[in-house]
């Protein structure tokens, strides 16, 4: 088919044309202009459609949707190292047994209980312990139990920061929390803080401690920074 533009301005000429040969611009010659213009306009708003129509269904020129977020993740969990305390919430998973697995907060006693093991202790254990603890307590009722303990919340987590800070104290431990941001958390330093004597006291799995030194003024400097180390259960931050 023709281009509906190019007929559109076609038939005007052809039709005004015939009128004055024959009628020599009498009513009829108007008549046909009249019938020109509304047939060119019918053909325009065809034209108009058909362009917005294409536009609509070509994919280059339709709008893509944002991509969907994913869900929201609960966070960094707690290592294998991580020592259960009062209040932690446990996600106790036994293969098979929808009735035994369960989400369960650990009492005030440190211990929990589930069906067929009864009350087990898991605070000052680590999760693979009290995996090993929950296991062998299966075995009298189910052949080959296969059981996961993950920390969901640690509540129990705290460290301490002591000296010469704005809000010395007691806090809760956030994964990924390290030496700067602890700092910070306690107000900052004071004015006399020695800023280059700065040490951690950590818990060794034996019972001891290690004190790991920092140096505040170079990390501000930008040197050594890997020293800003994440903090731990239970560690201790000194600022004399």
């Not at 015939?18 to 509304?38: M, P, Y």
């Not at 650990?106 to 009290?130: C, N």
């Amino acid at each position: 088919m023709g281009n509906p533009e190019s007929s559109a301005f076609s038939i005007r000429p052809m039709c005004l044309g015939k009128a004055v040969a024959k009628h020599g611009g009498n009513l009829a010659l108007k008549l046909c202009l009249l019938g020109c213009l509304a047939f060119s306009a019918v053909l325009w708003g065809q034209t108009a459609y058909s362009r917005q129509s294409g536009a609509g269904s070509d994919p280059a020129a339709t709008t893509a949707l944002p991509a969907q977020p994913d869900p929201e993740s609960k966070g960094p969990q707690a290592s294998e190292t991580y020592i259960i305390g009062d209040d932690d919430v446990l996600a106790i998973s036994v293969w098979n047994e929808p009735n035994i697995s369960k989400e369960i907060p650990v009492r005030s006693d440190g211990k929990i209980s589930l069906p067929l093991v009864g009350e087990v202790l898991a605070a000052g254990r680590t999760p693979p312990q009290l995996e090993q603890e929950i296991t062998a307590r299966l075995r009298g009722f189910i052949t080959d139990p296969q059981v996961t303990v993950i920390v969901e919340q640690m509540n129990s987590a705290r460290y301490n920061i002591f000296g010469q800070v704005g809000k010395p104290g007691t806090y809760g431990l956030h994964a990924g929390i390290t030496i700067v941001d602890a700092l910070a958390l306690a107000g900052g330093l004071k004015d006399f803080a020695k800023k280059r004597s700065i040490y951690i006291l950590r818990q060794n799995p034996d019972g001891g401690e290690t004190k790991i030194p920092f140096d505040y003024e170079k990390f501000i400097k930008g040197k050594n920074v890997a020293q800003n180390i994440s903090i731990q259960q239970h560690d201790t931050i000194v600022v004399p």
